[in-house]
Nanobody, 119 residues
């Protein structure tokens, strides 16, 4: 099994910043893709491949930056210039390969972390 543990959410005023972290642990050979979703908007916020390619929702481009530390199986989301419409529960997602001989990809989710932006 694989566990994803998020941290870094909280309450911030509009224009402020927060940094989310998500650490993966367990039966991991490699992590193909890591990303952040938010529930209120039902959208992918940002994703990053093991090679460092990134993808962002149009609503966060230029404000949010996703990064990852492959050695630590951890993904980060730096959120700047936050707006009230960014308020949501943010979920971490990872697409995992469990072993070098098992080509199946497994999809895991964290429990979510609340981000609230006050106006």
């Amino acid at each position: 099994q694989v566990q994803l543990v998020e941290s870094g959410g909280g309450l911030v005023q509009a224009g402020g910043s927060l940094r989310l972290s998500c650490a993966a642990s367990g039966s991991i050979f490699s992590i193909k893709l890591m990303g952040w979703y938010r529930q209120a908007q039902r959208e992918l916020v940002a994703a990053i491949t093991s090679g460092g390619s990134t993808n962002y929702a149009d609503s966060v481009k230029g404000r949010f930056t996703i990064s990852r530390d492959n050695a630590k199986n951890t993904v980060y989301l730096q959120m700047n210039s936050l707006k009230p419409e960014d308020t949501a529960v943010y979920y971490c997602n990872a697409v995992v390969l469990r072993s070098p001989v098992n080509v199946n990809e497994y999809d895991y989710w964290g429990r979510g972390t609340q981000v609230t932006v006050s106006s």
